[in-house]
């Protein structure tokens, strides 16, 4: 078969929507869509959300790239390539996630830093048994920072590694998580829009690679009630002018060799705790990991290196300071969830929040922290459509056609419990 390309987009419920295009239009840059699949819900209901035009007939929408970014896929027979969505009079779509990252990046640029990413991602394996009911993958030597056969009988991990060698995503790790059978799958840190990018085309090369040895990868946040949750740490730090880390004070990293960009990152952050939930964890899955206790992101606190907070501080200083926010999961748009933390932090640097004490318990038993997340998918959206600084700085178009949408999803699920709640979502997310 002669090449194709498969042209990309991540959309407002982080689902991947594309066309295989002829070998002859490798050559241009852009196809068009329907812009009404920004009303369109897991489960096909195509409702009249903000922006989506369902009323307006349906229009167009038009999906560009750059030439350059076209790339070799883990299938021998297509390139692929992600862009950027524009509406039917050639204007930037507002609902565009990858373009509410632009923004962030931009917002960012104008006080002369950029931002830079490294995502964590967790993954759950499930397999169909014999009756097709999903269910754990079977590690039967399955242990955290587990490697080999035990840990992967399949190997399908292996393949997984080998096709992001082979199409240069710049792979860190690779390893059993805490729960079997769970993985991590880390990126090393890039540009955001790079970054975010090869995590969007991994997380898809990984599930389609996971696929074809009969294996369900799902990124979802909370797949197996009995086990922990699967989160999408995001971690930044900012280059300045110089090509510095603009987040290291020194060698020497940690709470007490913060500094004021640092700091007032981690207060921005913690003042839209409760508003970046509804964004970052947007589905009603995510309020069975965001619990007290769960090493999840659900409290509004921050700390050194300490894995029962929302925002740890690396214990690395110099080139490797940064900073980890660990309430997202893979099932946001990463797009809109790296742009929601770092829109979070600016307005931290902008407004000059104070910035609360450091944790001091051991968020199992102890936590100086009140106040968490909302309970519920439902009371998170509440929470973001009050935060109106993080609405406008994420963009305000983006954020009402979410609102509406999750809206929506809170009554799809409301009674929605076990392996139905879990289907809903398992084969999108």
């Given at each position: 078969?002669?090449?194709?390309?498969?042209?990309?987009?991540?959309?407002?419920?982080?689902?991947?929507?594309?066309?295989?295009?002829?070998?002859?239009?490798?050559?241009?840059?852009?196809?068009?869509?329907?812009?009404?699949?920004?009303?369109?819900?897991?489960?096909?209901?195509?409702?009249?959300?903000?922006?989506?035009?369902?009323?307006?007939?349906?229009?167009?929408?038009?999906?560009?790239?750059?030439?350059?970014?076209?790339?070799?896929?883990?299938?021998?027979?297509?390139?692929?390539?992600?862009?950027?969505?524009?509406?039917d009079a050639g204007l930037p779509l507002?609902?565009?996630?990858?373009?509410?990252?632009?923004?962030?990046?931009?917002?960012?640029?104008?006080?002369?830093?950029?931002?830079?990413?490294?995502?964590?991602?967790?993954?759950?394996?499930?397999?169909?048994?014999?009756?097709?009911?999903?269910?754990?993958?079977?590690?039967?030597?399955?242990?955290?920072?587990?490697?080999?056969?035990?840990?992967?009988?399949?190997?399908?991990?292996?393949?997984?590694?080998?096709?992001?060698?082979?199409?240069?995503?710049?792979?860190?790790?690779?390893?059993?998580?805490?729960?079997?059978?769970?993985?991590?799958?880390?990126?090393?840190?890039?540009?955001?829009?790079?970054?975010?990018?090869?995590?969007?085309?991994?997380?898809?090369?990984?599930?389609?690679?996971?696929?074809?040895?009969?294996?369900?990868?799902?990124?979802?946040?909370?797949?197996?009630?009995?086990?922990?949750?699967?989160?999408?740490?995001?971690?930044?730090?900012?280059?300045?002018?110089?090509?510095?880390?603009?987040?290291?004070?020194?060698?020497?990293?940690?709470?007490?060799?913060?500094?004021?960009?640092?700091?007032?990152?981690?207060?921005?952050?913690?003042?839209?705790?409760?508003?970046?939930?509804?964004?970052?964890?947007?589905?009603?899955?995510?309020?069975?990991?965001?619990?007290?206790?769960?090493?999840?992101?659900?409290?509004?606190?921050?700390?050194?290196?300490?894995?029962?907070?929302?925002?740890?501080?690396?214990?690395?200083?110099?080139?490797?300071?940064?900073?980890?926010?660990?309430?997202?999961?893979?099932?946001?748009?990463?797009?809109?969830?790296?742009?929601?933390?770092?829109?979070?932090?600016?307005?931290?640097?902008?407004?000059?929040?104070?910035?609360?004490?450091?944790?001091?318990?051991d968020g199992f038993e102890k936590t100086?922290?009140?106040?968490?997340?909302?309970?519920?998918?439902?009371?998170?959206?509440?929470?973001?459509?009050?935060?109106?600084?993080?609405?406008?700085?994420?963009?305000?178009?983006?954020?009402?056609?979410?609102?509406?949408?999750?809206?929506?999803?809170?009554?799809?699920?409301?009674?929605?419990?076990?392996?139905?709640?879990?289907?809903?979502?398992?084969?999108?997310?």
């Amino acid at each position: 078969m002669k090449p194709r390309l498969r042209a990309l987009f991540c959309d407002h419920l982080s689902i991947m929507r594309g066309k295989y295009l002829p070998q002859s239009k490798i050559g241009d840059d852009g196809t068009r869509f329907c812009r009404s699949v920004f009303g369109t819900h897991y489960d096909r209901d195509l409702l009249n959300a903000p922006g989506a035009m369902v009323y307006q007939g349906l229009p167009d929408m038009e999906l560009r790239w750059r030439h350059d970014d076209i790339r070799d896929s883990w299938d021998e027979t297509t390139q692929i390539v992600l862009g950027d969505l524009y509406d039917d009079a050639g204007l930037p779509l507002p609902l565009c996630p990858r373009g509410a990252l632009k923004r962030a990046v931009a917002a960012w640029g104008e006080i002369g830093l950029t931002p830079k990413v490294g995502i964590e991602l967790e993954a759950y394996a499930l397999q169909g048994d014999e009756a097709g009911r999903l269910e754990p993958y079977d590690t039967p030597g399955g242990v955290v920072y587990g490697t080999g056969p035990f840990a992967d009988p399949l190997r399908f991990n292996d393949r997984i590694w080998e096709m992001a060698d082979r199409l240069g995503f710049s792979l860190d790790m690779i390893t059993a998580e805490f729960d079997a059978p769970q993985f991590e799958y880390t990126l090393t840190f890039d540009d955001a829009v790079k970054a975010v990018d090869d995590i969007v085309l991994f997380r898809l090369m990984a599930r389609e690679v996971a696929l074809e040895y009969g294996v369900v990868l799902t990124f979802m946040p909370k797949p197996i009630a009995e086990a922990g949750g699967s989160g999408m740490h995001i971690n930044f730090s900012f280059a300045d002018e110089a090509g510095g880390n603009a987040l290291s004070s020194g060698p020497l990293g940690g709470p007490e060799h913060m500094n004021d960009l640092a700091r007032n990152c981690l207060a921005g952050l913690l003042h839209h705790h409760k508003g970046l939930a509804g964004l970052i964890a947007p589905t009603a899955n995510s309020y069975l990991r965001l619990q007290p206790g769960s090493l999840s992101g659900y409290w509004k606190n921050w700390g050194g290196d300490h894995r029962n907070v929302t925002t740890r501080i690396s214990s690395e200083g110099g080139p490797k300071a940064r900073l980890e926010h660990r309430m997202a999961d893979a099932s946001a748009n990463p797009y809109t969830a790296v742009a929601a933390v770092l829109q979070a932090a600016l307005l931290g640097v902008k407004n000059g929040y104070a910035l609360p004490p450091m944790e001091t318990g051991d968020g199992f038993e102890k936590t100086d922290a009140r106040d968490g997340t909302a309970t519920s998918l439902k009371g998170a959206i509440a929470d973001l459509a009050a935060d109106t600084a993080l609405t406008e700085a994420v963009g305000a178009d983006l954020v009402a056609n979410h609102v509406f949408m999750k809206e929506k999803e809170a009554r799809k699920t409301r009674d929605l419990e076990g392996d139905a709640l879990r289907d809903f979502y398992v084969y999108f997310i």
